[in-house]
């Protein structure tokens, strides 16, 4: 079985260590990551802003990186998400369109294939900390991640997991639309990050860098002392202290 790492542009760039974290984790269940190096871009921001001949040559690149993998895993459900666009942008190309499609049917958020592939929901860890769970929008309403994080999470001895108010409410980021509507991406994470501190959590959880990193940069300029992670992070963290 041939697992394929699809590490995503701001995870190798900015949040190196996720990929690192679900690398070793997926170890200790036997998985070694395969790392295709011709991977790039998702073809997201293209697509997201109207250049689908861009997206599609983006894409192009993604399905010729991965053409050979049993399982596609990446760390982050929005960038999964955009590889269930690909249909669409092949629609009129029934050669690309097959394998776009096959590589959607076998592409898969790090949680998910945790859970649903290979059936574990305790790893293991401890985490004494009190942990609030921010669930992305492409995660969770494009890809149905709901339960997998949680069921993670309520399984690390010592957790404390407290509901984050309006959780489902986007944190603003949005790609291009925190560039095209900086004021109303701006507002929108500090409504985030108010509820986040209604909630007294040491760490706020993510399953996207995207979010993270805006949540992160709003926590940071308040001066607050939450700590933001990737739950592939808090999981491996957990790991080691077991």
């Known amino acids: 079985m041939k697992v394929s790492l699809f590490i995503t542009c701001l995870s190798d760039a900015i949040y190196p260590r996720v990929g690192e974290a679900m690398v070793r984790l997926l170890a200790r269940y036997g998985v070694k990551l395969d790392f295709p190096t011709v991977q790039t871009c998702c073809g997201q921001p293209a697509f997201n802003s109207g ?17 050979d993998s049993d399982f596609v895993i990446s760390p982050s459900g929005s960038c999964t ?28 958020e790090f949680t998910q294939f945790l859970v649903q592939v290979l059936g574990v929901k305790d790893v293991g860890a401890i985490f004494p900390h009190k942990v609030t769970y921010h669930p992305s929008c492409h995660g969770s309403r494009l890809l149905g991640v709901k339960e997998e994080p949680l069921e993670l ?6 957790l404390e997991l407290v509901p984050l108010p309006f959780a489902e409410d986007c944190c603003g980021f949005g790609g291009t639309f925190a560039v095209k509507m900086a004021d109303i991406s701006g507002a929108m994470v500090t409504e985030k990050v108010d509820h986040v501190l209604e909630t007294e959590a ?18 940071r300029f308040r001066n607050e002392p939450v700590k933001v992670m990737h739950l592939a992070e808090l999981l491996y963290e957990g790991v080691k202290q077991a």
């Not at 999470?153 to 010592?158: C, D, K, T």
């Open 153 to 158: 999470m309520r399984n690390v001895q010592g």
């Open 202 to 219: 040491e760490v706020l959880v993510g399953l996207d860098m995207a979010c993270m990193m805006n949540i992160a940069g709003n926590l």
């Open 81 to 108: 998400g955009m590889i269930h666009h690909y249909p669409k942008l092949f629609e009129d190309d029934p050669v690309m369109l097959e394998r776009a499609r096959k590589l959607q049917s076998k592409s898969y």
């Open 51 to 67: 250049y689908w001949k861009e997206a599609r040559a983006t894409a192009a690149t993604i399905l010729d990186a991965f053409e």
